[in-house]
Structures are given as C-alpha cells and as structure tokens.
C-alpha cells in the first residue's frame, strides 16, 4: 500500500514540527539535531533537503548514515506500536513522529538521541 505521506515533503511538515517543539519550549536546533541522528543529514545538507522540496521517500532513501540507534525508538505513536509496523519507510516516519513527539514531551535531548 502505498500512504499519501510518503510523497509528501519533509519541508511541508517541518513548520509543523517545530511550532510543536517551540510551543513545549524546544528549539529548531533540537529538531534538526534529531533529524540529523536519524538520517545522517548534516546543517547544510538538511537545508538543502528542505529547499529542494523532498518527499519522505527520498530524505529517506538518499539519507547519508541512518542511524543504527533507530531501532531502540519504541512505543507507540498514532496508535499504532513502532515495533509491529512491517512498511520500513513508514517505520522511518514513524520513528520520526515519535522523537519529535519525545521532545515535546520535555524528555532530554540525550534520551531522545538515545545515548543514556
């Protein structure tokens, strides 16, 4: 099956991750800190990624390291258990939804990033 999401732009959803964080206090710096753990994506190259206007798909199958530490992200995000979905690049969104929901929360940024 093939989700509407998945040709949708990381940049049409951004905005919207952000005003998520910085209404919690967090910052566009912690939001691109977690985009960048997950995908590799450095400063400049997620600036890019942005402008260019790239869908799901491609931030995910063109991402420079994605991280390995991805697969401690756990739990369940739009009700639905991380862990039981079978789509990989869904999983990828997913993992993303629940770091950036994670931050909002007010849990750390080294928890977040997994590194505790």
Not at 2 to 26: C, D, F, N, Q, T
Not at 39 to 52: D, I, K, M, P, Q
Not at 82 to 110: H, Q, T, W
Request: aromatic share 6%; glycine share 6%.
């Amino acid at each position: 099956m093939v989700h509407r999401i998945y040709s949708m732009s990381l940049a049409s959803v951004y905005p919207l991750y952000l005003a998520k964080l910085e209404r919690k206090g967090r910052t566009k710096a912690d939001l691109d800190q977690v985009i960048g753990w997950l995908t590799g994506h450095g400063e400049t190259s997620l600036a890019r990624v942005l402008a260019e206007g790239h869908d799901f798909q491609r931030v995910f199958a063109e991402a420079p390291a994605l991280n390995p530490a991805r697969e401690k992200v756990t739990g369940v995000i739009c009700g639905v258990r991380i862990e039981e979905i079978e789509e990989p690049l869904m999983r990828e969104i997913r993992i993303l939804d629940k770091l950036v929901d994670e931050l909002a929360k007010g849990r750390p940024l080294a928890k977040v990033l997994r590194q505790v």
